[in-house]
């Protein structure tokens, strides 16, 4: 399933005192009179992309605004799991990313992901993902030379070299980071070497023991308490049999009641065995207790020699890691060091042996990139200008300009070459810039022209046009209808239109109405069944009986309609 923005929610923004857009996939037409507010929809699109936020916007007598955009992931969710987890955002529940922002009269600015705060910076990244905005003041991601080089790249198969490409330059950047390591002065390379050598050394001279640690402290406390472990052994010995009312003294005579007992009442025999048992038990604890004692020995100098290494561990441990495992692993690390550092210079002779390679590959693989590039270009151009003819550019020009530089220093993971694309709408005109074209109606048909072309190549899957009707009119009207049409069945488009031919291509029609409530201007937005289309057709059309006939034409299936 791709992604849809299904539900986006406004609060007290311009003439929006509380609206909720419930979205379809497919081409959705948002149409209305104007100055109903339908510019609105944009503004709140743009708010949740993390544009600028325009306190004057606001709601009049409102202290806050808010907007809410509900996107079905789909295919997008294995790309966002770990973008939300890496920004410690929470994850998308049922399939749904939750965008929100907010802002207030005072100024205070606050956006949202899944519920979790985070930064207008990712907000803005996100949405670079989600949408593209084609109209006045918009966030279009066609006019990045940087995403044009990756759609011409998708357009001509040209991914898997791209990244081999990527992988050369990603080599390259690990070899110079190696080589930056090893290159210092003489006199810091004599102090790193030295600093390496007394840590190797003092670890290795420690010869630590994993779990030692333990170890040692449970015997510190053993020699530590000698005379007291001697003491308390002996105290027990007594008890069971040294002293005049010891207990297996006690225990005997006891045992001479129960024989007696047990000689009057067979019965009771079984008292006088468990009086033997106890009686064998604390013979038993008095064995042990002996052997106990006789191993107790007070011994100042043991005592030292733990002490000693239990201060050398202590301070090991304080340089090189918590335990004495983490104190063998930096040893490790460090010898590994010194090492490189003693064998610089071989070291050094085998990067630079690589970076030539590495070189050569790029300058190779970029010119091969480019090479290809330049073969799918002519192809792209004659599409797009295909296009644009029937969207009323007869006689425009499209070039999608290619420049390569062959200094493998300036590459960037694009490759080694530099993408504008160009257009000059009128014969005899030099071609700009997209991003240089002033009209924001031409531009947007430039734009849709470009996404019809692209439309399996563009990720970005929600595309929102406004003015893309500006000067157009007759069959250009029917075009750009049908080619949105064909554009939504790859992605959700959402079209912001005067003209009815464009409106009546869409699968689902919203109305922006405006009227009066409680002494407030307000506006609403509702969807549209087929006679409520009709009506609203009609009206874009002049009104009367034929544009309401007119208008129940547009909406016949294209192989229906009368010739």
Sequence with gaps: MGVVLSVLRIKNLALVADLTLELEPGFCAITGETGTGKSVILGALNLVLGRRADRGALRSGADACSVEAVFEVGSLAGRLGPFLEERGLEPCEAGQLVLKRSFTASGTNRQFVNGSATTLATLEEMGGWLIDLH??????????????????????????????????????????????????????????????????????????????????????????????L??????????????DDATLTSLGAVGRSLQELARIDPGAQALLDLQGQATDLLRDLQAGLSRYADRIEVDPSRLAALEERLDLLQSLQRKYGGTPEEVLAFGAEARARLEALEGRDAELERIDAGLREVESRLAACGRQLSEHRRAVLPGLNRAAEGELASLGFRQSRFEAG???????????????????????????????????????????????????????????????????????????????????????????????????????????????IKEVRDGRTESRIQRLDRAERVAELGRMLGGGQAAQWHAEDLLKPSGNRPA
């Excluded at 004599?190 to 640690?213: K, S």
């Excluded at 001697?230 to 002293?243: F, K, P, S, V, Y």
């Excluded at 005899?428 to 074209?437: Q, V």
């Excluded at 009119?473 to 069945?489: D, L």
């Design 135 to 228: 109209g006045p003041h918009d966030h279009q991601s066609l006019l990045h030379p940087r995403l044009q080089l990756s759609l011409v790249d998708a357009y001509g198969g040209l991914d898997a070299l791209r990244e081999a490409f990527a992988g050369h330059l990603h080599h390259r950047a690990r070899l110079r980071e190696a080589k930056a390591a090893l290159i210092v002065d003489e006199r810091t390379y004599a102090q790193q070497l030295d600093l390496l050598r007394h840590q190797v050394r003092e670890i290795t001279e420690a010869r630590l023991r994993p779990g030692e640690r333990a170890e040692l402290e449970a015997e510190h406390s053993r020699v530590a308490n000698a005379a007291r």
């Design 402 to 512: 290619l420049s390569h530089d062959p200094d493998t220093a300036r590459a960037t993971e694009t490759g080694m070459d530099r993408m504008e694309f160009q257009f000059a709408p009128n014969p005899g005109e030099p071609a700009r810039p997209l991003r240089s074209i002033a009209s924001s109606g031409e531009l947007a048909r430039v734009m849709l022209a470009l996404k019809t072309v692209l439309a399996d190549q563009d990720t970005v899957p929600v595309l929102v046009f406004d003015e893309v009707d500006a000067n157009v009119g007759g069959e250009t009207a029917h075009a750009v209808g049908q080619k949105m049409a064909t554009i939504a069945s790859r992605h959700q488009v959402l079209c912001i239109t005067h003209l009815a031919p464009v409106a009546a291509a869409a699968g689902t029609h919203f109305q922006v």
């Design 230 to 243: 001697q003491e308390l052994t002996q105290g027990a010995l007594g008890t069971l049999g040294d002293a």
